[in-house]
């Protein structure tokens, strides 16, 4: 009897069986392979809850897998350009004007035939497969909503540009990285015109040789290291890629031959090239850095901003791009002479936050925001906006 006693005490009941399944769970490799230890787990909110441009670089953290937002957010080497171009904000104060209507506030501009409600366009930036399954589709869908902005569309877009091209009703341009054989752009500029792009940015800065997160993320990442596949040795001591070494001022000159659309340079950030632009008959120049995402420890484009425009001297559009996240900053540049700014990672958060909707709430966030410091200070339209608006202190 005792024996039958001491049996059914050792039974398994069924609420014993739920926690040790729940135990095992819970300590199961293939539970812990689906959570970053990195990040936090609490609640992401809506997209309703979002009122800055900062909030959505949150939920895209928390939607993205890690290696894919780190591809985003890194800069080149140490990443000092990077945090140059958020600091440069800093170093501009905005000198408001008192006493003036602005009961009606006019943000349109006009920028080598393209009509713009707001002189804001979203940059060139690649694979956005990566971000969302609607890719660069969804982002021409949310430009589109947010009043017609225009989208400058990557050559390393995932989707081909047709189909980028029918997704919406945004005016369209296009970026390239050329090729050294000139006969390899013909068909990327004969696609981009027959979507409808209206004009084409052709990337002029370097390719960045590393980047040093990766490296650290490789390092310090709780999992075993995958077995990395050899590459060849570089052509040269430097890890610099070999693709835009070639670059030479003689590329418009053969690209005219291949397309009639206005041509701009990207990667620009000295007086001297910006003279060189207008000198090749260029018809438009954007300042940039890539987003600190090329050569390493160059300054930031806000605070070489300045130089290029007084180079430049009303002849051509200046756009300008990296770091910008608010609509203060927007003004800030727009106050130091440029035509319009150009929102990469910005765009790429909505994206990856919640699809062409996240891309046309951001857009129109930072078009708010914009609006309210016009009025703030004392600016009724884009043409009231000058340099008495903005006092510098570089270093």
Known sequence: MSALKHSESRRLTRRDAVRAVAGFLAGSPLLRSQQDPLRDHSRVPSLDELVTAFDFEAVAYAKLPRATFNYMARGSAGEFTLRRNREAFDWVDIVPKAVVDVGSIDTTTEILNTKMAFPIMVAPTSGHAALHPDAEAGMRLG???????????????????????????????????????????????????????????VTVDQQAAYYERVIHDRHLSYQPARRQRRRSAPPNPYRVPTSRLWYDWKLFDELRSLTDLPLLAK????????????????????????????????????????????????????????????????????????????????????????????????????????????????????????????RTDFP
Not at 150 to 179: C, D, N, T
Not at 353 to 376: C, N, S, T, Y
């Open 143 to 201: 430009c589109t909503a947010a009043a017609e902005t225009p989208m400058i569309v990557s050559h390393a877009a995932s989707l081909p540009m047709e189909k980028i091209g029918s997704a919406g009703s945004a005016p369209l341009w296009f970026q390239l990285y050329a090729r050294q054989n000139i006969e390899d752009n013909r068909a990327p500029l004969e696609a981009a015109r027959t979507a409808g792009a209206r004009a084409v940015v």
């Open 267 to 390: 990667g620009i950030l000295t007086a001297e090239d910006a003279r060189r632009c207008v000198d090749r008959g260029l018809e438009g120049i954007v300042v940039s850095n890539h987003g600190g995402r090329t050569l390493d420890c160059v300054p930031s484009s806000l605070e070489v901003l300045p130089e290029i425009i007084d180079a430049v001297g009303g002849r051509i559009p200046v756009l300008v791009d990296s770091g910008f996240r608010r609509g203060s900053d927007i003004l800030k540049a727009l106050a130091l002479g440029a035509s319009a700014v150009c929102l990469g990672r910005v765009s790429r958060w909505g994206l990856a936050a919640f699809g062409a909707p996240g891309v046309e709430r951001v857009l129109k966030i930072l078009q708010g925001e914009l609006v309210l410091a016009m009025a703030h200070t004392g600016r009724p339209s884009v043409a009231s906006i000058d340099r008495s608006l903005a």
